[in-house]
């Protein structure tokens, strides 16, 4: 999306999607818009390494920016939104080129729409670099598109979290109707949640009134990172594989018979680096043994991964 040119705008703001966080994974504008900042205001998600990057290879004599991090770290409360947003105007309108940068996609359950909008409402030119979303990023690491048309002739992407002021997200009077997007599903759509890991028992027993029990679903935490780990289950056994895990957020959902296409061989080779890691560590306990049949390969749990993430190193002035 790019703000038309308008000699009565004041100050500048990019809203960057950082993807879900291999710097790989950026767009070329992204990476542009990066460098010419001066102020960064990051959210949580964002990979470090995405940080960095706006730090190096900056035009010559171009200042290094400010980062201000303005997500939940270390289970501190995170940055009220209304903060932030003043933060962006207030900031942009001195004359800093303020790039929010937010994990994933920033239109994507990413408060995105929230910022444009207090952002236009005081003549700030906007610019949006949209990024891989992480259930995107999820599919990926399973090896399988959301829509293969041998599945799935679409997909619902959905939001498990009712919103922070008790409204459920997307307005209706009441959170997602899990049996009414099951039934949805069963006609041939895949399902993607958001934010699906706290209320994951609810979820799947409202899916589990029209979709049937041996539905493949799937459980991908970091998904896109260094230390992504999955759980390819079914609907019945999902919240079962995801505790024997333990899985945590942020992860996202998958249902639907697209799983069944996921790739095996990535799927089997970081299986064995999570019984070499995770559990000869004593977190984790090893995956049902393979017994080759399909059904079998796409119930049961697999983990993906389990290196550590890098720490961070961006300043905090939040
Ligand atoms: N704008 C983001 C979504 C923000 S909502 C995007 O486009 O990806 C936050 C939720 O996104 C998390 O609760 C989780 O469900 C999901 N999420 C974000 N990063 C993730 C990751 N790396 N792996 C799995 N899920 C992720």
Redesign the pocket.
Known sequence: MNARPDTTRKGHCALVGAG??DPEWLTLKAVRLLQQATLLLVDD?VGDAIVALALQGRPTGSPTPRVVNVGKRGGCRSTPQAFIERLMVAEALAGERVVRV?????F???RGGEEVQALRRHGIAVDVAHGI???L??ASALGVPWTHRDHAHGTIIVTGHARDDGRPAGGPASGPDWPTLGAAAATGLTLVV???MAALDGIAAGLALTLPGDTPAAA??????TDARAVIATLATLVSAVREAGLA????LIIGSVLREADQNAVRELALGYTRGLCQEGLASPPPQETGTRAARSHRSATLQSRPPTGRTTARSA
Do not use: C
């Open positions: 879900p966080g998600l937010k994990g994933g996609d920033p994507v359950f990413g979303t992480s259930g990023a999820a958001y934010m699906g991908v935490m970091n998904a896109g990172r957020s942020p992860a996202i």
